[in-house]
T-cell receptor
């Protein structure tokens, strides 16, 4: 693995189903982030984690949950998917959340909720 | 509130110069980032400014004026591969990045 990987690449999901998007980084970065990107809107932060064992809510957290059991993994779960959660989801990481915060992005997951 | 403004779309000619502007309002300020995003791909880092002035990196330069809440990305000697969206992002007081919606740059031969 080099950098950040996300799985799946794309997914079509029925409304009401539970879904977990996976994110793994091998850069030993402390901070990790989940964004959604919708046409005409900027990247919007869903949840973040400044270090393993801690998480925080971003701008649009409703309907999503995260966990950070270790440094490398940061899964995003949709408990009961709704069509408004159709989006492209990007996971990102950075070395520090308290200084220069260049973020490195995974390839994204394209999610469609029907 | 926190806000980033940048033009939605710009068109330029191959070989020319283009300037993409960004204005920002954030609670606190911890640097201004520019990212490039090709269609269907992830954003990739281009530049970072935290002090006023111009940072030059090859064909790309980025400028920051903290007093005006203003930045621009300057792309010289445009190539067809520069066709992409350019995202402006400002770090707020919590070091979270606030993102603009991006400027889609179309390069014509």
């Amino acid at each position: 693995i080099a950098g950040i990987t996300q799985a799946p690449t794309s997914q079509i999901l029925a409304a009401g189903r539970r879904m977990t998007l996976r994110c793994t980084q091998d850069m030993r970065h402390n901070a990790m982030y989940w964004y959604r990107q919708d046409l005409g809107l900027g990247l919007r932060l869903i949840h973040y984690s400044n270090t393993a064992g801690t998480t925080g809510k971003g701008e649009v957290p409703d309907g999503y949950s995260v966990s950070r059991a270790n440094t490398d993994d940061f899964p995003l779960t949709l408990a009961s998917a709704v069509p408004s959660q159709t989006s492209v989801y990007f996971c990102a990481s950075s070395d520090s959340s308290e200084s220069y915060n260049e973020q490195f992005f995974g390839p994204g997951t394209r999610l469609t909720v029907l | 509130g926190q806000n980033i403004d940048q033009p939605t779309e710009m068109t330029a000619t191959e070989g020319a110069i283009v300037q993409i502007n960004c204005t920002y309002q954030t609670s606190g300020f911890n640097g201004l980032f520019w990212y490039q995003q090709h269609a269907g791909e992830a954003p990739t880092f281009l530049s970072y400014n935290v002090l006023d002035g111009l940072e030059e990196k090859g064909r790309f330069s980025s400028f920051l004026s903290r007093s005006k809440g203003y930045s621009y990305l300057l792309l010289k000697e445009l190539q067809m591969k520069d066709s992409a969206s350019y995202l402006c992002a400002a770090g707020d007081s919590n070091y979270q990045l606030i993102w603009g919606a991006g400027t889609k740059l179309i390069i014509k031969p």
